[in-house]
């Protein structure tokens, strides 16, 4: 009898622990990288078809990694784009733009060479780098553009 009573309370338990588990792993978000598509960038970034000048239309300062499936740099930066994600996670945004799939929203930018990160704060103008940058340089540019104080 008592082995039955140990056992349940055994199960109840393991039974709690998943489901605590199942529940905190639904609400954290999967990727801290939002991926845009032409219409969302234009709501969530800049809306190119109605402004001539720079418009954020963001809340928080936003990083957009303008990237392709078959840009070696790009493939190598994708890791550092999410650690970077991860980080500064409630601080900053994280998008990323699939250059193969938004042409249109590439070619609007002027997007010529990938990858292309484009550093927006939520006042002023955005600045970009081209080609694949190391983390450090990265976060120097995070601090001194987007969290400026």
Known sequence: MRHNNMKKLFTTILLTTITAYNICTAIEPKS?????????????VFNYEINKQWKYEGKKPAIVDFHAS????????SP???????????????Y???????????DSLGIQS???IIFIPVKGQPQATMGLQPKDTL??????????K
Request: glycine fraction near 2%.
């Open 32 to 44: 801290k990288v939002i991926h845009l598509d032409a219409e969302t960038f234009k709501k969530k």
């Open 70 to 77: 078959w840009c070696a740099p790009c493939r190598q930066l």
């Open 80 to 94: 550092i784009i999410e650690e970077i994600a991860r980080e500064y996670y409630g601080k900053i945004i994280v």
């Open 96 to 106: 990323k733009v699939d250059t193969d799939k938004e042409r249109q929203l590439s």
């Open 114 to 116: 990938l990858p292309t």
């Open 139 to 148: 976060k120097k540019i995070i601090k001194n553009v987007l969290l400026k």
